[in-house]
């Protein structure tokens, strides 16, 4: 999973640094590697997702109109 960013002529580092920045996170890895940074229990795993799940569904339901 290796990412390459090819520099434009006369492009600045920052800019090139942003689409990178921009890559990575359309692509979750950085997301990926944060939520692997610690083990987490199956059961807390669940209780996470369904969380998420709930929040989402509770918003469809709010704004459903």
Known sequence: ???EIKM???EPID???RRMKK????ENIIKDVRAK????KPCERRRRKDKVAAF???????YAN
């Open 8 to 10: 434009r002529k006369n």
């Open 15 to 17: 800019r090139a640094l």
């Open 56 to 62: 989402t569904c509770m918003l469809r339901a709010r």
């Open 1 to 3: 999973m290796s990412i």
């Open 37 to 40: 940074r610690y083990y987490e």
């Open 23 to 26: 890559k990575l996170d359309r």
